[in-house]
């Protein structure tokens, strides 16, 4: 921050130094405390539900028993624009938080294997109430899954996340891996969304913040498609945040802009326009679609630490939270390695006995056997092998968003899934 004091701007100095000798693993890097954040990352997953009542508003829009075909298509145009509302108002939450609440984007706590964060919306109305688990699943590399269940409306969203990182002369540069399904039980219709690339500016004035880059993806089961544009500042648009969205009948239809159904443009961090077709929406003359400043996000409703288990993050993390505020350097060494040491005791043990961590409430699915169709071990079938059919999407675990047949479509194909019944067995206190 402009402000910081010169043993802060001094230490920044040599974190930056730091990062020209980076070695691709982020929390390797020995920040200065001032740009730790007291926040885990398992935390992170709320971001994908602080507007419960657009996350389930498609449900709002069944298409009606006897509806004539070209209704039921206006009616599944309707929904596809509702969805896209809901993920572009996450994106606000997801990249803007951290500068909103603490002035720069910080460095998150890197959370241990079986750390959970659980939490709830209470929006009331025909809303009702969203509950959130999270649970970081794996730590090396670091993979945090995450559920959120509406069950007033039937809806659950399920995903999971993992990120790479490379450094540039003036940014590091972040490939996000996993998705996220979007499934509406009553409707019967799941939407695929997968996550942009995205990079961190401001390092030289110590003021990092995030920009999205690239493209990312929204494929409903009944074939709508939106393709999700986003750039940053340096662009041809001039705004930071910005982004162009067109939603088409099917991927097919994509391969030219002007079959768009409609297209929507804007900033996602404040105001974006809607328009009928391909051309783009210019703020005079088009619809506002949605204006992220001025629906105020609802914050997770989360226990108090003494309610919590040994594992919830906020509880696992009280010490070394209370000393990054305090910018106690020798108390955050000291708390951060009391924790992992017990992790790496933990491990040992695991080794020694044989027993290997079991995930809670999530499982690996691994979608390269043939009859990786539908799964059973949930109530809802996992259509994930038929969305990215329809979407072009490959099926491994390649950075979120690649296409079949890009460099990337090989190798493993595992990504972790909600399991309804364990979380159902769990006697977790929200
Ligand atoms: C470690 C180097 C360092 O401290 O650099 C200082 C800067 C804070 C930059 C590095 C950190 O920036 C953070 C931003 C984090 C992403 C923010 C939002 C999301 C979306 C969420 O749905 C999934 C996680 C993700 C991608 C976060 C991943 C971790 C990021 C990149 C933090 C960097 C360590």
């Not at 990182?165 to 019967?188: E, P, R, V, W």
């Not at 409903?220 to 162009?244: D, L, Q």
């Not at 594992?311 to 106690?328: F, G, H, L, N, P």
């Not at 799964?375 to 491994?396: G, K, Q």
Request: proline share 5%.
């Amino acid at each position: 921050t402009t402000g910081s004091s010169s043993a802060n701007s001094g230490s920044w100095t040599s974190f930056l130094k730091s990062i020209a000798s980076f070695n691709g693993d982020l929390s390797s890097l020995t920040a200065p405390p001032f740009i730790l954040s007291p926040t885990s990352l398992v935390e992170y997953s709320q971001y994908w539900a602080e507007h419960p009542d657009l996350l389930v508003a498609a449900n709002q829009l069944p298409t009606p028993e006897q509806a004539s075909s070209s209704t039921a298509e206006a009616m599944a145009l309707k929904r596809a624009i509702a969805v896209t509302k809901w993920f572009i108002s996450t994106l606000k939450s997801q990249y803007c938080s951290r500068n909103e609440s603490m002035g720069s984007e910080k460095k998150p706590l890197n959370p241990f294997l079986g750390e959970v964060f659980v939490g709830k919306w209470e929006t009331g109305g025909d809303v009702g109430e969203t509950i959130l688990a999270s649970e970081q699943v794996s730590h090396h590399p670091p993979v945090t899954a995450y559920a959120v269940a509406n069950g007033k409306n039937n809806v659950v969203l399920q995903g999971y996340n993992g990120i790479t990182s490379s450094i540039s002369t003036t940014s590091i540069n972040i490939k996000q891996y996993g998705h996220a399904l979007l499934n509406y039980q009553d409707l019967k219709e799941t939407y695929l969304v997968t996550l942009p690339p995205l990079h961190i500016e401001g390092l030289i004035t110590a003021a990092p913040f995030v920009e999205l880059e690239g493209t990312s993806y929204i494929q409903a089961s009944n074939g709508f498609y939106t393709v999700i544009e986003y750039s940053g500042r340096g662009w041809v648009s001039g705004k930071k945040n910005t982004f162009k969205a067109r939603i088409f009948r099917d991927q097919l239809s994509s391969a030219n802009k002007e079959n768009a159904s409609v297209t929507i443009s804007g900033q996602w961090s404040g105001k974006s326009y809607i328009g009928k077709g391909g051309s783009t929406p210019h703020s005079k003359s088009s619809e506002l679609f949605y204006d992220a400043n001025a629906q105020p996000s609802e914050h997770l409703i989360v226990k108090p630490i003494e309610e919590q288990e040994p594992t919830e993050s906020r509880r696992a993390w009280e010490k070394v939270a209370e000393a990054i505020r305090k910018s106690d350097y020798n108390l955050i060494h000291e708390e951060k390695s009391k924790i992992e040491n017990e992790q790496r005791e933990l491990r040992k043990k695991e080794r020694e006995t044989g027993h290997q961590w079991h995930t809670r409430w999530f499982d690996q699915k691994d979608y390269s056997n043939p009859e990786g169709k539908t799964d059973t071990n949930l109530e809802t079938p996992d259509p994930f092998t038929n969305l990215t059919n329809l979407a072009n999407l490959s099926i491994h675990n390649a950075p979120s968003g690649s296409l079949k047949k890009s460099k990337y479509d090989h190798g493993e194909s595992k990504h972790w899934r909600f399991n309804l019944d364990k979380w159902k067995q769990d006697g977790m206190k929200i």
